[in-house]
């Protein structure tokens, strides 16, 4: 198997364990905040929720301004899909650990194989088909055409916001137009308390904003 194949993987196939589905509401027309993030780890595996871990902790406590006693951003937004609430959606750009997350390692892939993973998860190219190397461009370019047909079947309204959490979103959501049109608003990542090492950034403010009227 190559890495190609796994950041392909769609949670059927011999990569599905791994795989943590984006967390969509029952009527994605109805969605007005979507949030990116960079891709799951052990916690999100666990769950099968995205941002279930402590950056997922971190990021609930800057948007309710409050501790988020155990709870995270994940979960929250999961129960409001149960509850009938379409307005708010959670994707990873890739639906797999960039990272190794067992160990020893179940994957099967290499220490080379992760290497191209941290490599395309930290490059500071400005876009996926910027990127030097042409492997990591190759796994770029699935992420990449990934993401984009995630986001195109959103069919977000107008007023809807798109937010590129941490630098690995925000260079793939640069990478294409959304058919929509929305021009993502950028923030950090919210691990390492970047959320709140800069509470008054304007457009952490307006997530935080948006977060609660959608909530």
Same mark, same amino acid.
């Given at each position: 198997?190559?890495?190609?194949?796994?950041?392909?993987?769609?949670?059927?196939?011999?990569? *599905?364990?791994?795989?943590?589905?984006?967390?969509?509401?029952?009527?994605? @027309?109805?969605?007005? $905040?979507?949030?990116?993030?960079?891709?799951?780890?052990?916690?999100?595996?666990?769950?099968?929720?995205?941002?279930? *871990?402590?950056?997922? &902790?971190?990021?609930?406590?800057?948007? /309710?301004?409050?501790?988020?006693?155990?709870?995270?951003?994940?979960?929250?937004? @999961?129960?409001?899909?149960?509850?009938?609430?379409?307005?708010?959606?959670? /994707?990873?750009?890739?639906?797999?650990?960039?990272?190794?997350?067992?160990?020893?390692?179940?994957?099967?892939?290499? *220490?080379?194989?992760?290497?191209?993973?941290?490599?395309?998860?930290?490059?500071?190219? &400005?876009?996926?088909?910027?990127?030097?190397?042409?492997?990591?461009?190759?796994?770029?370019?699935?992420?990449?055409?990934? /993401?984009?047909?995630?986001?195109? =079947?959103?069919?977000? @309204?107008?007023?809807?916001?798109?937010?590129?959490?941490?630098?690995? @979103?925000?260079?793939?959501?640069?990478?294409?137009?959304?058919?929509?049109?929305?021009?993502?608003?950028?923030?950090?990542?919210?691990?390492?308390? &970047?959320? &709140?090492?800069?509470? =008054?950034?304007?457009? $952490?403010?307006?997530?935080?904003?948006?977060?609660?009227?959608? /909530?």
């Amino acid at each position: 198997m190559t890495v190609e194949e796994y950041v392909s993987e769609d949670g059927h196939g011999p990569y *599905g364990m791994w795989h943590v589905r984006d967390l969509l509401p029952p009527v994605v @027309a109805d969605i007005r $905040l979507v949030l990116v993030f960079e891709s799951p780890y052990v916690d999100e595996v666990a769950a099968g929720i995205p941002v279930v *871990g402590h950056a997922g &902790q971190l990021a609930l406590d800057y948007l /309710l301004s409050s501790k988020a006693n155990g709870r995270s951003l994940g979960r929250v937004v @999961a129960a409001q899909h149960a509850a009938g609430n379409s307005r708010i959606a959670i /994707l990873n750009t890739c639906n797999v650990p960039l990272a190794s997350v067992s160990d020893p390692d179940e994957t099967g892939l290499d *220490g080379d194989d992760w290497k191209l993973l941290e490599s395309v998860r930290t490059s500071d190219a &400005q876009t996926a088909m910027t990127m030097v190397r042409p492997e990591a461009k190759a796994v770029g370019r699935v992420l990449m055409t990934s /993401l984009e047909r995630r986001v195109n =079947n959103l069919y977000l @309204a107008p007023d809807a916001t798109l937010v590129a959490s941490g630098v690995c @979103a925000r260079r793939f959501l640069r990478s294409f137009k959304p058919t929509s049109g929305h021009v993502p608003l950028t923030v950090p990542h919210p691990s390492r308390r &970047q959320w &709140q090492n800069d509470p =008054n950034s304007p457009h $952490l403010r307006e997530v935080r904003t948006l977060f609660r009227k959608y /909530l």
